[in-house]
């Protein structure tokens, strides 16, 4: 019992220090920093989407640190290109300009985002479709060898072109071009066509009446198609338009082509 008493006694006075270290760290705690995380929203977070290249898409993903990362895409399990190095890690990067780095049309595009500091750190986008416009052509046959005859209004016309890498979507227009003078458009002969390279056009002049210097263009589309048609032909008297047949193509903004006609004498009317 003498020398129990004294073991129990210093068991006494360290549990009582063990208590007050306790307390003092209590009173002041210290806070671990947030595990850092990343997930993805957007693109991809629909499914079936498509961009095309060019457009600005937006990329958002939710994040629980600050400091930089790496943004990339991949096509399938491959790195296709990285989009930007090093970004600020504030969830949001406007791709501007966006392109398929040379992978061409997929839709297996998924966008990478890690953690410069935690490469552990990282989340990828759901897939979605990219389609590369970006050598977009498009080119009407006709040259100044080989003139379009003189159009009669509801004649059937049957309107050929070229075309590759587009948005599998054009515009078909009547325009009005006179020698001396801007252009004005006259009507919008087929919107949203399916670039099958080929549309029978009932000729229509939108009641502009007979007149020389008409002109047809054809331009790519993105928006989805929306049945849009044309007037009704004129009725009465035959009504005819001459259309030039000297074309060039130029590629415009947006990836927007155009297919125009340069000042050319056209046949005179019958």
């Known amino acids: 019992m003498r020398k129990t008493i004294p073991i129990l006694g210093l068991l006494l006075i360290l549990g009582l220090i063990l208590v007050q270290l306790g307390c003092s760290k209590d009173e002041d705690p210290v806070t671990p920093p ?19 290249t060019g457009d600005l898409i937006n990329i958002r993903w939710t994040k629980t640190t600050g400091g930089n990362v790496k943004i990339e895409l991949f096509k399938g399990v491959d790195l296709a290109g990285t989009i930007s190095d090093p970004e600020t890690n504030d969830g949001f990067f406007p791709w501007s300009n966006s392109n398929t780095f040379g992978e061409g049309h997929g839709e297996d595009y998924s966008i990478l985002v890690t953690h410069l500091d935690e490469s552990v750190c990282n989340d990828r986008t759901n897939t979605f479709e990219m389609v590369d416009i970006s050598n977009c052509f498009i080119s009407f046959p006709w040259t100044d060898k080989d003139t379009i005859p003189d159009q009669t209004a509801g004649n059937d ?14 515009n078909l227009e009547l325009w009005y071009e006179p020698f001396a003078g801007a252009g004005e458009p006259v009507g919008l002969i087929e ?4 670039d099958s390279g080929s549309y029978t056009w ?14 047809l263009k054809i331009r ?15 009725s009465g008297s035959p009504t ?3 259309v030039p047949s000297l074309f060039w193509a130029s590629t415009m903004e947006e990836s ?11 046949p005179s009317r019958i």
């Open 240 to 242: 005819r338009t001459t």
């Open 34 to 52: 947030p595990a850092c995380s990343i997930a993805m929203g957007t693109p991809g977070e629909i499914e079936g989407q498509r961009w095309f």
């Open 256 to 266: 927007i082509l155009w297919v125009r006609s340069f000042p050319f004498p056209s």
């Open 157 to 170: 016309f049957p309107i050929t072109w070229e075309s590759g890498n587009t948005t599998g979507l054009v």
């Open 191 to 194: 919107e949203n066509l399916v």
């Open 220 to 234: 790519t589309r993105k928006s989805a198609p929306t049945g849009v048609s044309t007037d009704p032909f004129l």
């Open 202 to 215: 009932v000729v229509d002049t939108f009641h502009r009446g007979t007149d020389e210097g008409y002109r």
